[in-house]
């Protein structure tokens, strides 16, 4: 473990040199800078390993956007606004002056810090995504890696393991760790219905 977090190290430490090098360039002012990865890593919480699964330690990744547009006041600052890695192409094109296509399901996230007003930031702000349907395919069979899918929003994340007919329903206000499955607790019949009815909304658009 102690060799995997120094990777952090190395990765910092790189980024750090291309910063440096668009600076010494003079094109920094000019260029726009995203930082992500392609998943997040399980280190045996809720008993697994790797990134294959539906769990917040999975599924959730860095980004950080530097942005010759943002203004001084909003740099070193944070939003909570679900976003995808299907953002990245239409906010690479837009900053570059190109629509994207209309095949692209991504929406171009730079009103999520731009000065309100900029652009009609304001109205992509109110009408952002709250939700969002995920999905992992079986990988070799499914008592390796099984299929998953779910429906994740900040509250509510509702999973289902299709090759074993079974529904998860987690309380993510409550419960940020998922330690506990409230997918038969009376109380939560109203957000699983919910749920439930999301998640065929998303799966259909998906496809």
Known sequence: MKNYYRLGTEVDTACGSVVDELERQGVLS????IFTTD??????????ADKWYPFEESIRVPLIVLDPRLSPNHRGTTDDAIVLNVD?????????????????????????????????????????????FYEHPTIARIERIPYSEALVRKDIKYVTWPDYDLEQLFDLGHDPHETTDVICDPAYAAHLAKARARFDEGKATAQ
């Open 30 to 33: 000019n260029t726009l800078v």
């Open 39 to 48: 998943n997040g890593y399980l280190h045996g919480e809720h008993g697994l």
């Open 88 to 132: 990245l192409a239409p906010t690479i094109l837009r900053a570059a002056g190109l629509a994207a296509p209309p095949r692209m399901q991504g929406r171009d996230l730079a009103p999520l810090y731009l000065d309100k007003g900029v652009a009609g930031a304001d109205q992509v702000v109110r009408q952002w995504r709250t939700d969002f």
